[in-house]
């Protein structure tokens, strides 16, 4: 089992660039979240699903958009990178009460 | 504003020390997770406390999860090195998402 896995783990854009972040998990999770950490805030919630098709915003949703075409993907995009977005991003899954995280993709937005 | 608020941000200590982190918020949970994150890494759960009073015991950690079920609290004895992370609580409210704390560092020095 791989668990919940993230691609890429590093990226850099320049400001008005798009990327996708790709979020895997193999534990046939329901719940599927995407969060940015910044230091000394935790983890802030941008987006999430609570099921294949379905998708619902976070504490901090402008500037992002996602899609759940698939039980066990979660995508995140920027459509428009602004600096503001550079973040450590971490995808997590979860199938009750505890969540399970991927390593990360630390983006840098330049 | 975070809605759990964690103290202190950093603790640094000598092997062998104990150590407390508090996780307060004005808000009741359902239930209170604790996770552990090391660097480059994401959060991986240590606990899950549900009842509200519940003590609940992992080797040299305890977690206590306070009566009214709006804060919670770490206890670490005799702390080692490989204590050292990133402490962070996160507040279930019965809505499919965590609130987490901002988080408390610690270090314990060799």
């Known amino acids: 089992n791989a668990g919940v896995t993230q691609t890429p783990k590093f990226r850099v854009l320049k400001t008005g660039q798009s990327m996708t972040l790709l979020c895997a998990q193999d534990?046939?999770?329901?719940?599927m979240y995407w969060y940015r950490q910044d230091p000394g805030m935790g983890l802030r919630l941008i987006h999430y699903?609570?099921?294949?098709?379905?998708?619902a915003k976070g504490e901090v949703p402008d500037g992002y958009n996602v899609s759940r075409l698939k039980k066990q993907n979660f995508l995140l995009g920027l459509e428009s990178a602004a600096p503001s977005q550079t973040s450590v991003y971490f995808c997590?899954?979860?199938?009750?009460?505890?969540?399970?995280f991927g390593p990360g993709t630390r983006l840098t937005v330049t | 504003t975070q809605l759990l608020e964690q103290s202190p941000q950093f603790l640094s200590i000598q092997e062998g020390e104990n150590l407390t982190v508090y996780c307060n918020s004005s808000?009741?949970?359902?239930?209170l997770q604790w996770y552990r994150q090391e660097p480059g890494e994401g959060p991986v759960l240590l606990v899950t406390?549900?009842?509200?009073?519940e003590v609940k015991k992992l080797k040299r950690l305890t977690f206590q999860f306070g009566d009214a079920r709006k804060d919670s609290s770490l206890h670490i004895t005799a702390a080692q090195p490989g204590d050292t992370g990133l402490y962070l609580c996160?507040?279930?409210?019965?809505?499919?998402?965590?609130?987490f704390g901002a988080g408390t560092t610690v270090t314990v020095r060799a």
């Open positions: 699903s609570v099921g294949e098709g379905t998708t």
């Open positions: 406390v549900v009842t509200g009073g």
């Open positions: 997590a899954s979860s199938g009750a009460y505890e969540q399970y």
């Open positions: 808000s009741v949970f359902s239930s």
């Open positions: 996160a507040g279930d409210s019965n809505d499919y998402k965590l609130s």
């Open positions: 534990m046939n999770h329901e719940y």
